[in-house]
């Protein structure tokens, strides 16, 4: 796997993720069990931005230094924010699903940010080991490259088809099940994911609702991780930007959470940005765009659908209060 990363900057990549993380987890047992504001939240997803952004600074000079060239490192650093705003923009069908699931499973809001957490380092997991192995196959056999495209186009198409319907948690195979597997209690034990009712051990609500997220995030990684490697093969830059845009999902999830009825429209904006980048894995060896029009399109295809979504947003009525 070729990459244009020195070996000390993977590990200082490493460690800083292991200290967010560490830092986090220490926040997270001070302030306790708790609902996150508006505010908390807006404070926590500027830091984990602007991290990425001075990330990205460094990223840049260690490539100028490589290899000599400004330009080089203008393209490395562009192709590392432009996976950056994808991974985010494709984010947020993840947060509106999980909306979804604390909402079924009427998870306290309390308790729905050591859930977010548990689930994010799954997800760091999880997407590194498939980045990995995709970027050992993109080596080896080109041709998976367009099987990511044309994957990537149905699964825009299914998504813009789909944009606006309900959806039936009842009908996730997952959920099935592990109600098969798990007997579970009816009521929450404070944060716990075991409990004991008349003297057996079973599992509580939360832990259906870590195990569902889990499941919901190894599905949209099929589609997110397919979509940056339209933009970079270098495994470095590819892992990298799906990571600090996973560290910040929590916080941008608690950010969305008032607003997500406001944006109504933007599965049908996630599912253009989807196509576009299907197609652009599919004729990148007849034509390679280039990395700045790319975030040019991913950035349009979002105002636009944002700002309709808005100015089209139903009204609510006086009787709604």
């Not at 000390?8 to 609902?35: C, M, N, P, R």
């Not at 689930?119 to 999880?126: K, Q, R, S, T």
């Not at 299914?158 to 009816?186: C, F, I, M, T, Y």
């Not at 075991?194 to 609500?205: F, H, L, S, V």
Request: net charge positive.
């Amino acid at each position: 796997m070729d990459t244009i990363a020195p070996p000390w900057l993977w590990l200082v990549f490493v460690a800083f993720v292991l200290a967010a993380l560490l830092v986090d987890f220490w926040v997270l047992k001070k302030q306790g069990a708790h609902e996150v504001g508006l505010k908390e939240a807006i404070r926590w997803s500027l830091l984990w931005v602007a991290l990425s952004f001075v990330f990205n600074a460094l990223l840049w000079w260690v490539v100028r230094d490589i290899s000599g060239s400004v330009a080089v490192a203008n393209e490395r650093s562009l192709e590392f924010l432009t996976g950056y705003l994808i991974e985010k923009s494709l984010a947020v069908d993840n947060i509106f699903l999980f909306l979804m699931i604390f909402s079924y499973f009427a998870v306290p809001a309390a308790y729905q940010k050591r859930v977010l957490m548990i689930g994010i380092i799954g997800a760091i997991v999880l997407r590194t080991a498939m980045i990995l192995i995709g970027s050992w196959l993109l080596a080896r056999f080109h041709w998976i490259l367009y099987l990511f495209g044309a994957f990537l186009i149905l699964t825009g198409i299914k998504l813009w088809l789909a944009a606006g319907a309900e959806a039936d948690l009842d009908d996730n195979p997952a959920l099935k099940l592990l109600r098969r597997v798990l007997p579970v209690s009816r009521q929450y034990d404070g944060e716990r994911f075991w409990t004991r009712e008349n003297g057996r051990r079973i599992a509580t609500p939360l832990l259906m609702v870590i195990c569902l997220i889990g499941f919901t995030d190894m599905v949209f990684a099929v589609d997110s991780i397919p979509a940056i490697f339209a933009i970079t093969s270098d495994p470095f830059i590819v892992l990298t930007s799906n990571v600090f845009a996973i560290l910040g999902l929590r916080a941008m999830y608690f950010m969305l959470q008032a607003a997500a009825g406001k944006f109504h429209l933007l599965n049908y904006g996630l599912a253009l940005i989807l196509v576009f980048i299907g197609g652009k894995m599919v004729i990148i060896d007849f034509y390679k765009i280039p990395v700045l029009l790319s975030l040019g399109i991913v950035l349009g295809i979002l105002a636009i659908t944002m700002v309709w979504s808005l100015k089209t947003a139903p009204r609510s009525s006086p009787s709604d209060g």
